[in-house]
T-cell receptor, first 109, second 113 residues
Framework: DAKTTQPNSMESNEEEPVHLPCNHSTISGTDYIHWYRQLPSQGPEYVIHGLTSNVNNRMASLAIAEDRKSSTLILHRATLRDAAVYYCILSSGANNLFFGTGTRLTVIP | DVKVTQSSRYLVKRTGEKVFLECVQDMDHENMFWYRQDPGLGLRLIYFSYDVKMKEKGDIPEGYSVSREKKERFSLILESASTNQTSMYLC????????????FGSGTQLSVL
């Protein structure tokens, strides 16, 4: 499975946008980009996924670079409840996703 | 909403004991998974199942086995627990097909003394 690289941690002020980066330089043409997040004392939860085009849903937006070697998860207005570990994952089609160590997002009131 | 329920939130066992971790999902999902999560290592896949009585090894199956007798239930078994199996165990389920969302339970923190 192709791997991803994310910063270990990031901070954001409450009510400001957050851009969480992910590098995946070895991505293949059929790999989807998935994002999950894990709130304290909970299991991971799905956030968003995409292949080539940018994607939006009620939780976040996913911006995918034209060469697909990087992507950015955008939280439009961070709240304290968004404090979590965010995982960027590549899927080659199977459902057994490889979770790395993710980015720990701290939201400052 | 899909609900994935893990039988225990915290579990303490002794070395050498046989341990059963139970997971039940209520959305008729074909796929079920067991992961363990350790600090600095992220989530690692232990076993997964695409159907009843079917199982596939994940990345770290050694020391574990699984059972899927009914579609809604996926059990992780530690035949003889060891201290290096102290970890957070997470169960997940999904619909069949590629790139389906995984739905996770809240996890079981297992301590083996």
């Amino acid at each position: 499975d192709a791997k991803t690289t994310q910063p270990n941690s990031m901070e954001s002020n409450e009510e400001e946008p957050v851009h969480l980066p992910c590098n995946h330089s070895t991505i293949s043409g059929t790999d989807y980009i998935h994002w999950y997040r894990q709130l304290p004392s909970q299991g991971p939860e799905y956030v968003i996924h995409g292949l080539t085009s940018n994607v939006n849903n009620r939780m976040a937006s996913l911006a995918i670079a034209e060469d697909r070697k990087s992507s950015t998860l955008i939280l439009h207005r961070a709240t304290l409840r968004d404090a979590a570990v965010y995982y960027c994952i590549l899927s080659s089609g199977a459902n057994n996703l490889f979770f790395g160590t993710g980015t720990r997002l701290t939201v400052i009131p | 909403d899909v609900k994935v329920t893990q039988s225990s939130r915290y579990l303490v066992k002794r070395t050498g004991e046989k341990v059963f971790l139970e997971c039940v999902q209520d959305m008729d999902h074909e796929n079920m998974f067991w992961y363990r999560q350790d600090p600095g290592l992220g989530l690692r896949l232990i076993y997964f199942s695409y159907d009843v009585k079917m199982k596939e090894k994940g990345d770290i199956p050694e020391g574990y086995s699984v059972s899927r007798e009914k579609k809604e239930r996926f059990s992780l078994i530690l035949e003889s627990a060891s201290t290096n199996q102290t970890s957070m165990y997470l169960c997940a389920s999904s619909l069949p097909g590629y790139n389906e969302k995984l739905f996770f339970g809240s996890g079981t923190q297992l301590s083996v003394l």
